[in-house]
């Protein structure tokens, strides 16, 4: 059984293979999430780049995107023979190209469409099945589509459901004003658990802190962070001991580097230019004392041809222990 008590959310360009195995060496427990893949992109573009992850990663989860049952059913047992623990379905994604593909946000306004969706997925594999989706479309905020939408697809049997809890607005907003604008409104997720106690709520949008993800566990199975887990990693070193009970000794960010360092000289000796996987540590150091100088070194170099990953532990040694 997976521990969803928190997870790091699915987000395009960032939650790579690269992110996560460097997130994982901070938190041992925090269920991890992959970028947003399409069904098209997965039965006909390249599967290994998709779909490849290091075991190190578990408990890992990737996210679909479709609207297709039997592409989702045909991608989820990809998923399933790769040793994914957890498929997820997108109907969260405002943007326009998703529109266009009939996935993600706009899929909440045909519940039924998901429910087709769901047990399609749920009958192709036995790992479990998760939706992630917002509270609302546009101008129609009203709790009880959210209620039909959330009983509509959980009568499939599907039983978790990820709430961003802002309305996604698929005309007006880009998908970056998405993330921002729309009002957050936790007490609209929580009173969805409340009503409808039986079902695991895990609650996105706008948590930073471990103490607002402890707020929320009081009403609520879990928390997603999103970019404050990307550009603030560190915030995820005490997760384990206060959120998964779970007292390992914390690593040092130093230590963090020096126990990064074999993969990235191993992904580096198979081609991968170093910048693929350092534009995603830049954030370790915030706040601490040479932590501008550690971003400057590795910005400034490690798009240069020649780079190699010394100049890692070169900005490392800026940086107060």
């Given at each position: 059984m997976i521990n969803r008590t928190l997870s790091i959310a699915p987000m395009l360009d960032w939650t790579d293979r690269y992110y996560r195995y460097f997130a994982r060496l901070i938190t041992r427990h925090t269920l991890l999430y992959t970028e947003m893949v399409t069904t098209g992109a997965l039965i006909h573009g390249n599967q290994q780049r998709f779909l490849e992850?290091?075991?190190?990663?578990?408990?890992?989860?990737?996210?679909?995107?479709?609207?297709?049952?039997?592409?989702?059913?045909?991608?989820?047992?990809?998923?399933?023979?790769?040793?994914?623990?957890?498929?997820?379905?997108?109907?969260?994604?405002?943007?326009?190209?998703?529109?266009?593909?009939?996935?993600?946000?706009?899929?909440?306004?045909?519940?039924?469409?998901?429910?087709?969706?769901?047990?399609?997925?749920?009958?192709?594999?036995?790992?479990?099945?998760?939706?992630?989706?917002?509270?609302?479309?546009?101008?129609?905020?009203?709790?009880?589509?959210?209620?039909?939408?959330?009983?509509?697809?959980?009568?499939?049997?599907?039983?978790?459901?990820?709430?961003?809890?802002?309305?996604?607005?698929?005309?007006?907003?880009?998908?970056?004003?998405?993330?921002?604008?729309?009002?957050?409104?936790?007490?609209?997720?929580?009173?969805?658990?409340?009503?409808?106690?039986?079902?695991?709520?895990?609650?996105?949008?706008?948590?930073?802190?471990?103490?607002?993800?402890?707020?929320?566990?009081?009403?609520?199975?879990?928390?997603?962070?999103?970019?404050?887990?990307?550009?603030?990693p560190w915030l995820l070193a005490e997760a384990d001991q206060r959120l998964f009970g779970d007292d390992h000794p914390i690593p040092s960010r130093h230590q963090i580097i020096e126990q990064l360092m074999p993969f990235i000289q191993q992904e580096f000796a198979q081609g991968i230019p170093i910048n693929r996987i350092t534009r995603h540590i830049l954030g370790l150091f915030q706040g601490q004392p040479g932590a501008k100088a550690w971003r400057r070194h590795i910005s400034e170099n490690a798009h240069r041809k020649g780079a190699t990953p010394e100049l890692i532990t070169q900005a490392a040694q800026m940086v107060t222990n």
């Open positions: 992850f290091d075991p190190s990663e578990h408990p890992i989860a990737l996210q679909l995107a479709g609207s297709d049952p039997a592409a989702l059913a045909q991608c989820s047992r990809m998923a399933e023979e790769r040793g994914y623990d957890e498929v997820n379905l997108n109907v969260g994604c405002p943007s326009d190209r998703v529109q266009s593909g009939r996935f993600g946000a706009c899929l909440m306004l045909d519940p039924n469409l998901v429910a087709e969706c769901i047990t399609a997925m749920q009958d192709s594999v036995s790992i479990p099945v998760t939706v992630k989706h917002r509270i609302g479309i546009d101008q129609d905020d009203s709790y009880e589509t959210l209620h039909r939408f959330v009983t509509t697809v959980s009568a499939t049997g599907c039983n978790t459901f990820i709430v961003h809890a802002r309305n996604a607005w698929l005309q007006g907003l880009s998908p970056k004003e998405n993330r921002d604008i729309p009002p957050l409104r936790y007490e609209i997720v929580q009173r969805l658990k409340q009503e409808l106690p039986h079902l695991e709520i895990i609650i996105n949008g706008g948590i930073k802190t471990l103490d607002a993800a402890e707020q929320q566990l009081q009403y609520l199975d879990g928390v997603m962070i999103g970019r404050e887990a990307y550009q603030n």
